[in-house]
């Protein structure tokens, strides 16, 4: 699932995990001094696209805090565990895999949306132009390519697969299987899978060429939502509070700056910034970037934007019902975003005190 440069096992990460807990649980209390805070943020990318903090970055947004790419990866909860584990100092990944995290007590907090749900970005389900596939009940049995498993693709497509009356029993009879984005069209066109889920900038593209339809998008399930959000380690922001301050409230500002700034010159930024890092990735599929999606001012979090997925979880047995409640996963503490895109003080929208 992951491509990350020092891939954990699962073993591996569960120790890890163990470790971290233990460290935060014996913290001391409270911020560390401003002069003794990290300025050097860990984290990974993905290849061919601009996340936000490297757009926020690149803007001067994030101030003195610097950004350290250690790898590329193609899954939202490998990289959230990697946040969990300290391999990084903040991941990024579907709510869902954000709630199942934190149900097995990861010292995890959601700071920022970062990625979300609109008419111009959005995931579609597409099969060939000629496929016999119409329907809901056409995919029992089908190979569906996604990005990574128990995320946002596999949750759509049980939502979409429920809505349209099928049995718990046929909906385990469609087959999700990881396909890397960048796989997914030609997978699909070779008939290697029957369906690929593909989103903003492979979809478009892909759309272009021809040949395909979709046979349904998550817009089309939920609307305009907010889907994902960024994590850091609790003990990275007891002990560096300021820090995480200014790296959120510089995405916010990136949030914000992408959708007041004309679409061709978010683009072209983010051509820039790719050909500037130097890892050796295409650019042209960048000028199909129409959105980040996110839905709330500055990418701040609500209890809804977890609740549908605590919901979904339970339902399918991944969690128990009431073990997790929305507002102990997130915090709105250090956005200090305003309007007038300059820091204030942030609203005291916090773990339990939504």
């Not at 409270?30 to 690149?58: C, F, H, M, N």
Request: hydrophobic fraction near 40%.
């Amino acid at each position: 699932m992951s491509t990350l440069i020092t891939p954990s096992s699962r073993r591996q990460f569960l120790t890890l995990l163990g470790l971290s807990a233990v460290a935060v649980s014996c913290g001391s209390g409270g911020g560390g001094a401003a002069k003794d805070q990290t300025k050097t943020l860990r984290y990974q990318g993905w290849a061919g696209s601009v996340i936000l903090p490297e757009l926020a970055e690149d803007l001067g947004f994030l101030e003195d805090v610097k950004l350290k790419w250690v790898g590329n990866t193609i899954s939202g909860p490998q990289d959230i565990q990697s946040a969990a584990t300290g391999q990084v100092d903040f991941g990024g990944a579907f709510n869902g895999a954000v709630v199942k995290l934190a149900a097995r007590k990861a010292p995890i907090t959601a700071v920022i949306s970062y990625y979300g749900v609109d008419k111009a970005a959005y995931n579609g389900f597409y099969v060939l132009k000629d496929s016999p596939i119409r329907s809901a009940r056409d995919l029992i049995g089908k190979k569906v390519g996604m990005n990574t498993l128990g995320a946002h693709s596999e949750a759509m497509l049980d939502i979409y697969l429920q809505r349209h009356g099928l049995s718990q029993a046929d909906i385990k009879k469609a087959e999700p299987l990881v396909v890397p984005p960048v796989n997914t069209e030609q997978s699909l066109r070779q008939k290697q899978i029957q369906v690929g889920v593909l989103g903003d900038i492979l979809r478009d593209k892909a759309l272009e060429t021809g040949g395909i339809r979709p046979l349904f998008t998550d817009y089309q399930l939920l609307g305009d939502f907010s889907a994902g959000t960024y994590v850091l380690n609790d003990r990275f922001l007891k002990e560096n509070p300021d820090t995480a301050r200014t790296f959120v409230t510089g995405v916010a500002r990136a949030i914000e700056w992408a959708r007041a700034t004309p679409r061709d010159e978010v683009s072209a930024r983010q051509v820039e910034i790719v050909k500037k890092r130097g890892r050796n990735e295409g650019t042209a599929p960048l000028k199909y970037w129409k959105s980040f999606g996110v839905a709330e001012t500055a990418g701040r979090i609500t209890d809804k934007e977890f609740q549908l997925w605590i919901d979904w979880l339970a339902e399918r047995g991944d969690i128990e019902k009431d073990q997790v409640k929305a507002s102990d996963l997130y915090t709105n503490e250090f956005n200090a975003y305003s309007r007038k895109g300059k820091p204030s003080v942030a609203e005291p929208t916090s773990k339990s005190g939504s």
